[in-house]
């Protein structure tokens, strides 16, 4: 190692202490992603964890959470893995669109762009 | 009278919250930021999504520096159909080598809007090959630009190669309730048979 400054992407891989892919079930670019209540403050985090465990107390899409976190996605991924590891977050399994997108969800759908 | 589903109410308050993927494609400097920032309800975000040269991640720092070489910046809108219900639309990136990033956003999305330039044609080709290849419905967005005089959408879908079933629509990304027809003829061509099967007539 030299004395010079790693560049931005060496210092965003810090922010996952170097992993660069999610550990686990991958999830979806718009999975919801919960806080789970737990009784104690967790300890060791990162301020980008605490960051997402407050934001995401509401059900919040993982993009939402990288745009709010200023990180790229596979960046942010791996934060929201970690702590889905750790049973602080549920991230929403991926599912076929058939099975979401039923009649009544197009329908409110269809509402609520045209009541716009 | 029209959609009983949304009268107040009548959103069961147990369903889980969900956000459903729309697809905004086409060429370069066709217009796709500006349709997501004319109908999204916050200001486009943007975030980033890494490359490496491989196409897939790397496991340690070790190598991180050669690998990595550039990101790919992704703009997305949102509107808010109720509280636990949301419409995400992205603007995909154009470039061909980014053709990995459309898989993982085509996985379960609503539909797509490709959006067309009548003086750039071709520009969408790779888009609506893609969409017809995987089975996403998509409408055809024809971008009617200052100057730009009419065009006949027949003479676009013989242009195109679409078989016929695919809406094709003229739009002004620029204007609100043009964005919103787009949405709106999307929505009611991908619900297609769900639409058909419960309301027959609607």
């Known amino acids: 190692m030299t004395g010079e400054d790693p560049g931005p992407l060496i210092r965003l891989f810090g922010v996952t202490g170097g992993r660069a892919r999610p550990v686990g079930e991958s999830f979806d670019l718009v999975a919801i992603v919960t806080t789970v209540d737990v009784p104690a403050e967790p300890v060791g985090l990162m301020p980008e964890h605490l960051d997402v465990l407050s934001s995401c107390r509401r059900p919040t899409p993982v993009a939402d959470v990288a745009a709010h976190l200023r990180l790229p996605l596979n960046i942010t991924r791996v934060l929201l893995s970690e702590l889905r590891r750790e049973g602080l977050v549920t991230i929403d399994r991926p599912r076929p669109v058939g099975k979401t997108i039923d009649e009544r969800i197009y329908r409110e759908v269809l509402h609520g762009i045209r009541g716009l | ?165 695919a809406p094709i629509v003229l739009c002004d990304v620029r204007r609100r309730e043009s964005v919103k027809e787009v949405l709106t003829t999307l929505v009611t061509y991908s619900a297609g048979g769900a639409f058909q099967e419960a309301h027959a007539g609607v």
């Open chain 2, 1 to 165: 009278m029209e959609y009983a589903a949304s009268e107040p109410g009548t959103s069961p308050a147990d369903t889980p919250a969900m956000a459903i993927k729309i697809l905004v494609a086409g060429g370069f400097g066709v217009g796709k930021t500006t349709m997501v920032g004319t109908i999204s309800e916050i200001r486009p975000l943007h975030t980033e999504e890494l490359l490496s040269e491989r196409g897939v991640g790397v496991d340690d720092l070790s190598g991180v520096e050669s690998k990595i070489t550039t990101t790919v910046a992704l703009d997305f809108g949102r509107i808010t159909i109720r509280e636990g219900l949301w419409l995400y639309l992205f603007g995909t990136p154009g470039q061909d080598r980014f053709w990995f990033m459309w898989d993982e956003l085509s996985v379960g999305a609503l539909g797509a809007v490709v959006l067309a330039d009548t003086r750039r044609l071709q520009d969408c080709f790779p888009a609506v090959d893609y969409f017809e290849q995987r089975g996403l419905p998509f409408v055809v967005a024809v971008n009617c630009f200052d100057g730009a005089r009419r065009h006949d959408p027949a003479k676009i879908r013989r242009a195109l190669g679409l078989d016929g079933v």
